[in-house]
T-cell receptor, first 115, second 113 residues
Framework: DAGVIQSPRHEVTEMGQEVTLRCKPISGHNSLFWYRQTMMRGLELLIYFNNNVPIDDSGMPEDRFSAKMPNASFSTLKIQPSEPRDSAVYFC?????????????FGPGTRLLVL | TQLLEQSPQFLSIQEGENLTVYCNSSSVFSSLQWYRQEPGEGPVLLVTVVTGGEVKKLKRLTFQFGDARKDSSLHITAAQPGDTGLYLCAGVGIYNQGGKLIFGQGTELSVKP
């Protein structure tokens, strides 16, 4: 199994530009999570999907952030327009059904730097 | 809002020493997980504890869930350089649905040979 795949691994962009992060969950997993990790705030859940439906997006910082999951094997997190404070490592994770005892498998992350 | 506080934030020790990392909250959690994250990678699950008072061992690592399910600890015996990394605790609140995890800030462990 290839695990959770994220692209790009690194992204450097200028303030105001649109950024799109991509994630392919583990095949057969029905829950997908987007996290953001910074030194100041640690690892924060942004949004999660169950069976391609957004369940909780309360962690999405503001309207500049949007996430979609058009099918079971692909999700995107978009930032438009990007700001320097969005610089962070963004992780995608997936689990089988999102249950209490389940393992969440994390991707390698996308390191975003907004200049 | 349910919060998890980890201590210490940073820990630098010599190979062979023992250490304990703590994860505390004022809230009750249905389950508590411990993850380890290496530089440039995503967190990897080490263990899940569900029952108050539960103790789980993973080689030299011992995990305990508090009786009231508000706190947890990770004890490493005879630490090795390979244990170096960021250790994160994460809990699922008792009112949460769908496996939403709340993460602690993490403990950065450095084990020097």
């Amino acid at each position: 199994d290839a695990g959770v795949i994220q692209s790009p691994r690194h992204e450097v962009t200028e303030m105001g530009q649109e950024v799109t992060l991509r994630c392919k969950p583990i095949s057969g997993h029905n829950s997908l999570f987007w996290y953001r990790q910074t030194m100041m705030r640690g690892l924060e859940l942004l949004i999660y999907f169950n069976n391609n439906v957004p369940i909780d997006d309360s962690g999405m910082p503001e309207d500049r952030f949007s996430a979609k999951m058009p099918n079971a094997s692909f999700s995107t997190l978009k930032i438009q327009p990007s700001e320097p404070r969005d610089s962070a490592v963004y992780f995608c994770a997936s689990s089988l059904t999102g249950g209490l005892r389940e393992t969440q498998y994390f991707g390698p992350g996308t390191r975003l730097l907004v200049l | 809002t349910q919060l998890l506080e980890q201590s210490p934030q940073f820990l630098s020790i010599q190979e062979g020493e023992n250490l304990t990392v703590y994860c505390n909250s004022s809230s009750v959690f249905s389950s508590l997980q411990w993850y380890r994250q290496e530089p440039g990678e995503g967190p990897v699950l080490l263990v899940t504890v569900v029952t108050g008072g539960e103790v789980k061992k993973l080689k030299r690592l011992t995990f305990q869930f508090g009786d009231a399910r508000k706190d947890s600890s990770l004890h490493i015996t005879a630490a090795q350089p390979g244990d170096t990394g960021l250790y994160l605790c994460a809990g699922v609140g008792i009112y949460n649905q769908g496996g939403k995890l709340i993460f602690g800030q993490g403990t950065e462990l450095s084990v020097k040979p």
